[in-house]
């Protein structure tokens, strides 16, 4: 690893720390200037393809996944760490379901699980979009079904 400061070739590794979601953050110390610098390993994963309600085919991007759940969560009481844990939750569950493609179907419902069980109105919301409500019925019949699901589980 060269040195950002003075490019030397030669460092040592003073601090190595499992940050989750397959990084390794390492302290460095340069031997020629002894200055101190972070660098970040990253496991290469194989790409996942994602196939599309029309079939299309397109790379697995975590960040839609993040900007759906903001969308969804937007003036919630829910904290940024804990939308990051959702996001790495579900795109465990997609590195774990073992396929180099996944439908976006399955994708959009581990969503929604995650969803349902942090913040019901955020639920509500993702599944108005993602399930294309068309009418208050569609709506009415969502919340319905949660209202039983969440009695059933208080009693």
Not at 35 to 52: A, G, N, Q
Not at 55 to 81: M, S, V
Not at 111 to 133: E, G, P, Q
């Amino acid at each position: 690893m060269n040195c950002p400061y003075c490019s030397h070739i030669e460092t040592k590794v003073t601090d190595s720390r499992d940050t989750g979601n397959y990084t390794i953050r390492r302290r460095r110390e340069c031997l020629k200037c002894n200055r101190r610098f972070t660098t970040y390993e990253y496991i290469e994963m194989t790409p996942i393809y994602v196939i599309k309600k029309d079939g299309r085919r397109e790379k697995f991007d975590r960040t839609k996944i993040k900007n759906g759940l903001l969308k969804a969560l937007e003036k919630r009481p829910i904290q940024h760490e804990k939308i990051e844990e959702i996001v790495d939750i579900i795109e465990e569950k997609i590195r774990r379901y073992g396929k180099e493609e996944i439908e976006s179907k399955t994708i959009g419902e581990y969503v929604m699980d995650a969803l349902k069980d942090t913040d019901h109105v955020a639920y509500i919301r993702f599944a108005s979009v993602y399930r294309s409500f068309t009418d208050v019925t569609s709506f009415e019949k969502e919340v319905k079904e949660l209202i039983e699901q969440y009695s059933g589980e208080r009693k």
